[in-house]
T-cell receptor
């Protein structure tokens, strides 16, 4: 049973298109994240989201929007795709309890987006 | 501006020997540090963590050392096994305002040769 699952695993699309990547977690965690791993291999936070708060990394273009229908899902919508959006996108989840230890994120397997 | 740096992109070690992966950070407000391991076409998986108030944490073959004054941590794997071959990411938990977001280094690719 996959703890954090994301679909599709691979996505190839043309510039200017709009696409979505779906993410679901069955761990009962209260916080979900989207990370982007670019061509330089850096894993960078894009968003974190729990029932109360959406935290957006200010460097993320507003073409990217997270949508959470419920606590177990956090989808990523990307409008007007650009060549530079090509990357691997990782969804993750955790149970955030401040002051009670390391925040261990559980990651999905990644979705490789290629924009042509 | 990289707050977490892994300056060695790759490391090659013989099976049975020790692997030492290094990580440096710049923000003294980080309160936890974590190591993740990543195989190709998979997501990173959690390996071991250490609180900023500790200087060592051990779990089986894996030990993480933290030197706060030098803003440096290292992961030791002893003995190294071929199955340990993967990319290892160092991560730091951001300060309180970020609700626990992790900031990652660029990763070090470890190759353990039989």
């Amino acid at each position: 049973d996959t703890a954090v699952s994301q679909t599709p695993k691979y996505l190839v699309t043309q510039m200017g298109n709009d696409k979505s990547i779906k993410c679901e977690q069955n761990l009962g965690h209260d916080t979900m994240y989207w990370y982007k791993q670019d061509s330089k291999k850096f894993l960078k936070i894009m968003f974190s989201y729990n029932n109360k708060e959406l935290i957006i990394n200010e460097t993320v273009p507003n073409r990217f929007s997270p949508k959470s229908p419920d606590k177990a899902h956090l989808n990523l919508h990307i409008n007007s795709l650009e060549l530079g959006d090509s990357a691997v996108y990782f969804c993750a989840s955790s149970q955030v309890t401040l002051g009670s230890g390391a925040n261990v994120l559980t990651f999905g397997a990644g979705s490789r987006l290629t924009v042509l | 501006d990289q707050q977490v740096k892994q300056n060695s992109p790759s490391l090659s070690v013989q099976e049975g020997r020790i692997s030492i992966l290094n990580c440096d950070y710049t923000n003294s407000m980080f309160d936890y540090f974590l190591w993740y391991k990543k195989y190709p076409a998979e997501g990173p998986t959690f390996l071991i963590s250490i609180s900023s108030i500790k200087d060592k944490n051990e779990d089986g073959r894996f030990t993480v050392f933290l030197n706060k004054s030098a803003k440096h941590l290292s992961l030791h794997i002893v003995p190294s096994q071929p199955g340990d071959s993967a990319v290892y990411f160092c991560a730091a938990r951001g300060d309180g305002g970020s609700q626990g977001n992790l900031i990652f280094g660029k990763g070090t690719k470890l190759s353990v040769k039989p």
